[in-house]
């Protein structure tokens, strides 16, 4: 996944960052997500009467036939928060970030692989997160809003997640995108010597 991220790299570009989340809190994230109490109760609903089906004496075979299948599609919620725990570590594995002078590139996925270009140019938004395994584990989360739309008008975001040097990389982040919003706002020589906008200290240099 590194070496594919890094081949979309154009040749005139510097890479400033690249690593990877932090992997104690990648997967307690995995395993504590909003999905598990729904998951647990979801569970023991389930097998508490499929539990009763089995061992009450007024069950017959062609209704454990039935009852059986019925209950294994219906634990499915269940299945997909086991499923996302037992790959947190294979997700782990795939997901890489990589920040240059130019745009904040990051794979994902599992069996699907997928690899996201976040341009300076189209961020509107940088924020810092930090949730409870984040400030346990003493990492933080990137939140890149971009600026433009999709058809549906929906704007999309991206995200650098659980990663240790997180308030060097948002300073650094930040400063790239602020600098290329300047360069696209006032444009080569038309750029003044200083913008006396309503309360601005940019100066140009």
Not at 81 to 99: D, E, P, Q, W
Not at 172 to 178: A, F, H, R, T, Y
Request: proline share 4%; aromatic share 14%; charged share 20%.
């Amino acid at each position: 996944m590194k070496e594919d991220l890094k081949a979309l790299i154009g040749t005139d570009e510097r890479i400033m960052y690249e690593g990877r989340p932090s992997r104690k809190c990648y997967i307690f994230e995995s395993i504590f997500n909003p999905l598990m109490p729904f998951a647990i109760i979801w569970a023991l609903f389930d097998f508490s009467f499929i539990g009763l089906s089995i061992f009450s004496q007024s069950a017959d075979k062609s209704f454990l036939l039935f009852i059986i299948p019925f209950f294994a599609i219906h634990l499915m919620p269940v299945w997909l928060y086991l499923g996302g725990v037992l790959l947190a570590s294979k997700r782990h594995k795939n997901t890489y970030y990589i920040v240059t002078d130019r745009a904040v590139y990051i794979s994902s996925g599992i069996i699907h692989k997928s690899y996201t270009q976040k341009p300076f140019a189209e961020m509107s938004h940088v924020e810092l997160h930090r949730g409870f395994f984040d400030q346990k584990f003493n990492v933080g989360d990137i939140i890149l809003t971009s600026s433009q739309r999709s058809v549906e008008g929906v704007t999309s975001s991206a995200r650098i997640d659980s990663i240790d040097n997180y308030v060097s990389v948002y300073n650094m982040i930040k400063k790239l995108q602020q600098d290329i919003y300047t360069d696209i706002m006032y444009p080569n020589d038309k750029r003044p010597k200083e913008n006396h906008g309503y309360n601005t200290e940019y100066k140009g240099e």
